[in-house]
């Protein structure tokens, strides 16, 4: 921001760098858990609940057809997790480098007048 910047802008950038700053540290702590449960404590990414399957309602194969069904599913939704949090990642961090970087600089030439 230059010298005399409205209130509204400074409000704007600082807001900005925030919800930013937000999205990334979700993303990266959401694609450390991803991670974590993957390669390290692949035990915490069992279902809570086993699947149902009633015998005299299901046939056998029905029964696990609908395992790895779940399996499959499970699967998919942790990989679209970790699409959508380097995607939110992507698009986040040069918005928030480039905000940062404004705000920044204002404090510190505010700094600077307060200081001469």
């Not at 086993?50 to 499959?72: F, G, M, R």
Request: aromatic share 12%; charged share 20%.
């Amino acid at each position: 921001m230059t010298k005399g910047g409205s209130v509204i802008l400074r409000i704007y950038f600082v807001l900005v760098t925030f919800v930013t700053l937000m999205m990334l540290i979700f993303s990266v702590s959401d694609l450390l858990n991803i991670t974590l449960r993957t390669f390290v404590f692949s035990a915490a990414d069992a279902p809570e609940y086993p699947s149902y399957c009633d015998n005299t309602i299901q046939t056998k194969e029905a029964c696990d057809i609908q395992k790895t069904d779940e399996i499959k599913s499970a699967h998919v939704r942790k990989q679209q997790s970790a699409v959508r949090d380097i995607a939110m990642i992507l698009v986040a961090a040069p918005l928030f480098w480039l905000h940062w970087r404004v705000v920044y600089r204002d404090w510190t030439e505010e700094q600077e007048e307060k200081n001469a």
